[in-house]
């Protein structure tokens, strides 16, 4: 075993990773300081070789009797319908609402797109695996794909054999599978050494957009602890190096189950049968290359390494958390609708204030609860907000702190500076005020300098409970740490589309300038991502056209 493989020395990886990549007001983490335009990764990964699938709605796609039915946001943060048949087509609105293109943007000579879930610098380096049975309109066989967003298309990456999935999933018609991956590359082009963290955070978001949009056809998606990154690599042919000459390689993230009926339990047996299925599969296509040239940021390398994670079992069942306060205000809009919608602001303005129940109706829902996306995650809350709070009626200015899981309470009180109140600001929600001040310049400096901390309603720090998480869990739990700050965020961007205001997450925060006002001491607490939310200010030089051509609307 080498130095690196001990799990303290994984540990101390982890710990050098994540304080070396920390903005600092008189130092950024290490990047290029520059960009490479010509090195720019491009957006979408292709397999050549492999047979393309497009997905419902395409035009021409069948539907074999599928039609969706009509779904608030209310019916999806508490689904209690019965699940739709897993179809294609079911299967194809599902993938076009968790990780479909939104919209395409253009100014002068450029045009971009954007997805349903948002990414860091909107360099988009998650990567979806669909693992399925055989389905008419995909292959006969049960088979593994790569989702193209680009063509709303699954590109058919391995036949497996029928009998082999069978038995995996034990006869059960109504389970997919989506693996998640990341290319850091995409993220390490713009940001250098702290591109790992937004990987994370994205991955995150994804696992939330997927949770969401799952439940439009009352599916329920878990992520699977048992799956090891090993067991990831093969399943999706990210391990296969043959197929990724030339190409960036991708690190596993997650493997997700969704199903119609029970919640899948992946156990071990699962995870290698499937494994030993898709070993003896046919596989197909080869990985594109994203850039020509590129740049080794070997400390990312290291914290992958560092973070690998061997999958765990025997888990505590969770029991289902209730939430204290009804979420369904505000949220009786179309729900596909509202996922498409969901963008970032650019600029707020600086004005505006929202009502004291909608902000509260907000921070309900990102409370834990039996709905999505809190019934996808297998631990309990390991991340608070601490809240700067500057335009919300009835609710002083000043910096508060949700604690989302009671149990943290005391260690985060007498972590955080001695002066602070700890008030009970709501009788509902464990919501604690800290001190009333004017937050706002303060929110913006933190918040690496950006308007957008100090022009919305509010604007918030996600502080996650860090040793005492890895001492738990181990070093692969770093990730996860910020897969839940990218599920907060997630709910949060959708719960300002449906309160008709808008946000957007912050990457770019100075870590221990934060730790410093809240009095955090040490790593028991460490903030790992900032969110913003308020009335936006349109960038109205920008044109938009729907996320796919056959959206277009006609004359
Ligand atoms: C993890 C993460 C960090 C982000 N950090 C910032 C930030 O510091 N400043 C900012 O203006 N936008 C930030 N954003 C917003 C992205 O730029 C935005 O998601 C991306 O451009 C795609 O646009 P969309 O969200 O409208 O789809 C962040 C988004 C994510 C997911």
Request: with cysteine; aromatic share 10%.
């Amino acid at each position: 075993m080498t130095d690196l493989e001990t799990p303290e020395a994984s540990l101390a990886s982890v710990y050098a990773y994540h304080d070396g990549t920390k903005h600092h007001f008189h130092r950024f983490a290490q990047s290029l300081g520059y960009l490479d335009w010509a090195a720019q990764p491009k957006p979408f990964r292709e397999f050549a070789g492999a047979s393309s699938f497009p997905l419902y709605p395409t035009p021409g796609v069948a539907t074999r009797g599928y039609a969706p039915r009509p779904t608030t946001f209310a019916d999806v943060c508490q689904p209690d319908v019965t699940a739709e048949p897993l179809s294609a087509a079911a299967l194809g609105d599902v993938l076009r609402h968790a990780l479909g293109l939104s919209a395409w943007k253009r100014f002068d000579r450029s045009r971009w797109s954007l997805r349903v879930n948002p990414s860091s610098g909107n360099l988009h380096p998650t990567e979806a695996y669909v693992i399925c049975g055989s389905l008419p309109g995909l292959a006969d066989y049960p088979a593994v794909y790569h989702y193209a967003p680009d063509r709303h298309a699954l590109e058919l990456r391995c036949v497996l054999d029928a009998d082999a999935w069978r038995n995996a999933v034990g006869g059960r018609a109504d389970v997919v599978l989506v693996a998640l991956t990341s290319v850091h590359w995409r993220e390490a082009w713009k940001y250098g050494e702290r591109a790992f963290r937004y990987c994370q955070h994205d991955l995150g978001h994804a696992i939330a957009a997927v949770s969401f949009a799952a439940a439009l056809v009352a599916w329920r998606s878990t992520v699977q602890p048992e799956w090891s990154h090993e067991a990831i690599a093969a399943v999706t042919g990210a391990g296969r190096e043959d197929d990724f000459t030339d190409a960036e390689p991708e690190d596993p993230g997650c493997l997700i189950a969704i199903t119609g009926g029970e919640p899948l339990a992946c156990t071990a047996d699962v995870v290698s049968q499937l494994v030993r299925a898709v070993s003896a599969g046919r596989w197909s296509g080869h990985a594109s290359q994203l850039s020509e040239d590129h740049v080794t940021w070997s400390f990312i390398d290291e914290v992958a390494r560092a973070t690998d994670d061997p999958g765990r079992s025997g888990l505590p069942a969770q029991s289902p958390a209730i939430r204290s306060l009804d979420p369904v205000r505000n949220r009786h809009v179309d729900a596909r609708a509202l996922l498409l919608q969901r963008r970032s602001a650019v600029a707020f303005d600086g004005r505006s204030t929202i009502d004291r129940d909608a902000f509260m109706g907000m921070l309900s829902l990102v409370m834990p609860g039996s709905g999505p996306p809190w019934n996808s995650l297998w631990w309990t809350p390991r991340v608070h907000l601490a809240l700067f709070v500057h335009r919300v009626q009835d609710v002083p200015p000043g910096m508060y702190m949700l604690v989302r899981e009671p149990g943290a309470l005391d260690r985060l009180r007498s972590a955080c500076r001695p002066e602070f109140l700890w008030e009970a600001a709501d009788d509902r929600l464990p919501l604690r005020l800290l001190a009333r001040h004017d937050a706002r310049s303060m929110a913006a400096r933190l918040s690496c300098d950006q308007g957008i901390a100090s022009d919305g309603f509010f604007s918030l720090g996600m502080i996650a409970d860090f040793d005492a998480s890895l001492q738990t869990f181990g070093p692969s739990f770093y990730r996860h740490l910020f897969w839940e700050t990218g599920v907060v965020g997630q709910t949060l961007y959708l719960e300002a589309e449906a309160a008709g205001a808008r946000a957007t997450g912050i990457g770019c925060f100075y870590d221990d300038p934060v730790h410093d006002v809240l009095g955090l001491r040490g790593h028991g607490f460490q903030s790992l991502y900032h969110f913003t939310v308020g009335r936006p200010v349109d960038d109205t030089r920008l044109t938009t056209e729907p996320g796919y051509s056959w959206e277009q609307p006609r004359d």
